[in-house]
């Protein structure tokens, strides 16, 4: 991509360790690469709103077919889930440029609804970055 995109940091945040940080553990091999923090302020949820889970609707059979597709699209890519913590707090998506560049992307989860990779590699290609002078 270019000079300085290798000082790119991936970061993730937890809202809530359990099982003495065991669920940490357990999602860095689906996270390679990248930090593992956890946000026991919820700064970062504050930022997203601390938006939670909620349905657009109350029909079962729309519920229990997008559970069963959220699933699926798990399991084809060897992702398993758990059913620890409280799980109804919602996260997002951000990059942040270095500097003053700010958020050049930022998007709040829809449980369900994977995010596109064109707008995040979009906003990753939009970062300038310095090189240091010798």
């Known amino acids: 991509m270019g000079p ?10 937890f809202k809530e360790a359990k099982y003495g940080g065991e669920d940490i553990r ?11 923090f956890l946000d026991d302020e919820n700064e ?13 609707t109350w029909n079962p059979f729309t519920i229990i077919s997008g559970i069963m597709d959220m ?7 060897g992702i398993d889930g758990n059913m620890r913590g409280e799980g109804l ?7 942040i440029g270095p500097g003053d560049q700010g958020v050049r992307y930022l998007r709040r989860e829809d449980t369900g609804t994977p995010p596109e990779k064109e707008p995040i590699l ?13």
């Open 122 to 134: 979009e906003a990753v290609q939009s970062l300038t970055f310095s090189t240091p002078t010798v």
């Open 26 to 36: 357990d999602f860095a091999p689906y996270f390679p690469g990248g930090e593992l």
């Open 89 to 95: 707090t919602l996260g997002g998506i951000f990059v």
């Open 44 to 56: 970062f949820y504050a930022a997203l709103g601390n938006q939670k889970l909620s349905f657009k």
């Open 4 to 13: 300085g995109y290798d000082s790119i940091r991936l970061i993730g945040l």
């Open 71 to 77: 699933s699926r699209r798990m399991k084809d890519r």
